[in-house]
């Protein structure tokens, strides 16, 4: 079971070390972990995606509290967010092939951001299926290369994850 | 008028109420050092290795409920460290480790001595900083011990690196903390006191189970009162000894894998099991799914992750124990004794006992000294066989007079935690019983104990190796011993008597009286050194995978 959690945390160095090191250290298991700093530069927002059953859940959202840097945890549940990754990915296009990928890249509305003699970067924005499906499709033309971001992902709606100011 | 860093530290932790500190220097930490010349009111204590300045930083937070602090210097100074803020760690206890670092322009680069111990200690630390900026200096050290000594205890560390050390400051200690990230929570839920408070007032057959949390949090009178109220029999984990009068007619001793008989059967019959300030240590639950398969469960800790993670709770109550018991007390009616309370006091009656045979036993000597001490001893010990009979047959009444390391089980934290012990209570007694293996991990600190003059009692145990390592191998690898027999021990009378420290060796029963006595009457330091027999075992003993009412010599 995939549960997303987004993490605030103090912008300090040293703090990705603490929550990665958590992970490991207690044997959780993390899908993806993205992380950047909110519209409060000192507050960064980490979201992760943790593959585990209730307990693990329960217990890493904890855990992750008990860090004097963790400032806020909260779920994200999939019905009432929306949630992004982005992708780029290298693949083979020899000039006979390329429009075919080129038109498999408008059906996704990805954008071609770079080109050459023999093979062209895709970038796609997405959600987990969209992406898988899009490289599924490409891979019978040989993919080179395949980065992902890691998914991030907010509330729909006027629901935010804020820390509460004190009076 | 600007003075350093390292001056700015030390005056932080004269604010903090600072009385002793334990340590060790080197290269790296000189400016503290240096600094630490000027203050008045600072004592520091120079241990014989950094592992046993932590300890004693331990066991003197045990004893006194404040904040223990110790000091190294970088690299392997602060890796010495480590084993002793592990345990600190393992068993919530308020330490606040500061170390030397090299110089910022040089970190990373591999330089002399330099060593990145916020990363190695983060696991096992409850907060630790690498200090970048002078300025940061008197926030850091409040924060640390704000952080170490609420909420659950545990080790801060701070390191300091030499040039910021060295940096000029403003000095201004900070009256506010601002910790968005960490607010302990200390009231109970009133829902869950009332939930909690009914549960106990429809039990039949409740039984308290308090741990380290009540000692570490001055909760023992309200857990009396709750006891007496609704004669409520208690047991303790090895972390909670001391914090219920084993004296008392509700006391069940200590439970788990070694056990009292009648403490194992009491959970395991029970249909309430209250836990106060205890996390359901795999030593104290045995195999899970067999602990107290009657009973509903409350749990009582300020620890929110602890809820849950190992047994389930149904009415969970997360806040200071103290306080929450306090609550509860009110809601609860006052009960008579039931038959209940028949049934343990029959189970009580069949104790359990070791086989005196012709040989001095291990267990009769703490026997003894329980009843020449009265309870009025603080008993540190380290780590085996000589630890449980410790926890077994010691009479405790008082809390935080049993200092152990429960958790981590580190062998070598003995000796050095009574040190410490004997900086906060000078008054006391204090004796530390230890195995001749784990003697021999620190016992350099005679030195400390003499050079300071403390009245320190050792009791040794020799069996001429590790015993309660050999009984693990006699019942799971089929008493395959494997280098569980020292092939030399020093002699441990001579070498105590090269201290400066006077010494008896013992082997019958006949000596046993008067060398206690000797011992406790001594003014200065003393080792009783007692022979005795390596096949003698711990029992009970509850195998791994067994529920604790399955026990071996119960």
């Known amino acids: ?167 | 008028m600007k003075i350093t860093a390292a001056e700015a530290l030390i005056r932080s932790l004269e604010m903090e109420d600072v009385s002793v500190v334990f340590g060790y220097p080197g290269g790296a930490i000189l400016p503290v050092y240096d600094s630490l010349l000027h203050s008045k009111k600072i004592k520091h204590v120079l241990t014989r290795s950094e592992q046993a300045a932590a300890h004693a930083a331990s066991g003197y937070a045990r004893v006194a409920r404040k904040v223990g602090v110790c000091m190294a210097t970088s690299g392997p100074g602060a890796t010495n460290l480590v084993t002793g803020i592990a345990t600190a760690y393992m068993d919530s206890v308020p330490v606040v480790a500061i170390t030397g670092q090299v110089s910022t322009s040089l970190i990373g680069r591999d330089v002399f001595q330099e060593v990145d111990i916020t990363g190695a200690t983060a696991p096992f630390t409850k907060h630790n900083y690498l200090v970048k900026k002078a300025e940061d200096i008197p926030r850091i050290v409040k924060e640390a011990f704000y952080i170490a000594s609420t909420g659950r205890p545990g080790p801060v560390l701070i390191d300091l690196p030499k040039d910021v050390a060295e940096t000029r400051i403003e000095f201004k200690y900070p009256e506010q903390i601002a910790l968005r990230g960490y607010k302990p929570k200390l009231d109970g839920h009133p829902l869950q006191i009332s939930r909690a408070a009914e549960a106990i007032n429809k039990a039949q057959r409740p039984v308290i189970c308090a741990g380290g949390g009540i000692n570490s949090a001055g909760a023992e009178e309200e857990l009396l009162k709750l006891a007496e109220k609704a004669h409520i029999p208690v047991a303790t984990s090895l972390m909670g000894i001391g914090a219920f009068p084993e004296d008392h007619p509700l006391s069940l001793g200590m439970m788990g894998m070694h056990g009292t008989p009648y403490a194992n059967i009491a959970v395991t019959e029970s249909d309430l099991v209250i836990a106060a300030g205890a996390r359901f240590g795999d030593r104290l639950t045995g195999r899970v799914t067999g602990f107290a398969p009657k009973a509903k469960i409350i749990h009582i800790d300020i620890d929110p992750a602890e809820i849950g993670k190992n047994v389930k709770a149904d009415i969970p109550i997360v806040g200071d124990v103290k306080r929450i018991l306090a609550e509860i007390l009110k809601e609860v009616q006052p009960k008579q004794t039931s038959e209940w309370n028949d049934r343990i006091a029959e189970l009580k009656k069949k104790s359990f006992l070791y086989n005196k045979n012709d040989k001095l036993c291990p267990q009769e000597i703490i026997e003894a000294l329980s009843s020449k001490t009265e309870g009025n001893a603080i008993i540190t010990t380290e780590v085996g066989s000589h630890q449980m009979w410790v926890a077994q047959y010691y009479r405790f009444i008082k809390p935080r007079t049993f200092i152990s390391s429960g958790g981590l089980g580190t062998m070598g934290y003995g000796l050095p935690a009574a040190i410490g012990a004997k900086f906060a209570r000078p008054e006391q007694n204090v004796i530390n019983i230890c195995g001749d293996g784990s003697f021999q991990m620190n016992l350099a600190e005679m030195a400390t104990a003499m050079e300071n003059n403390l009245s320190l009692k050792m009791i040794l145990f020799n069996n001429k190796g590790l015993g309660l390592v050999r009984q693990l191998q006699e019942f799971y690898c089929k008493k395959r011993y494997s280098q569980v027999n020292f092939g030399f021990v020093p002699d441990f009378v001579k070498l105590a008597e090269s201290y400066g420290i006077k010494a008896k060796r013992i082997d019958s029963r006949e000596e046993l009286d008067n060398a206690l006595d000797e011992l406790i009457s001594e003014k200065g330091c003393f080792l009783l050194e007692c022979m005795v027999d390596i096949n003698e075992n711990v029992y009970p003993m509850v195998l791994n995978g067994s529920p604790i009412n399955e026990m071996i010599g119960g």
């Open chain 1, 1 to 167: 079971m995939k549960t997303t959690l987004s993490v605030l945390v103090e912008n300090h160095p040293g703090v990705l070390s603490r929550v990665a090191g958590l992970f490991s250290r207690r044997g959780f298991n993390i899908d993806s972990l993205a992380v950047g700093t909110t519209e409060n530069p000192e507050i960064s927002r980490m979201t992760i995606v943790v593959d585990g059953d209730e307990y693990i859940v329960e217990q890493v959202k904890k855990q992750l509290n008990k860090l004097v840097d963790v400032i806020k945890v909260s779920k994200i549940i999939p019905e009432e967010s929306v949630s992004r990754e982005l992708v780029l990915i290298k693949v083979d296009a020899e000039p006979q092939v390329r429009s075919e990928i080129i038109h498999i890249a408008e059906i996704f509305r990805a954008n071609i951001v770079d080109v050459s003699r023999k093979s062209m970067i895709i970038e796609l924005t997405g959600d987990k299926d969209k992406v898988s499906a899009f490289e599924e499709l490409l891979k019978p033309f040989g993919i080179k290369e395949l980065v992902r971001t890691g998914v991030i992902a907010v509330n729909r709606g006027t629901k935010t994850i804020k820390i509460e100011e004190e009076e």
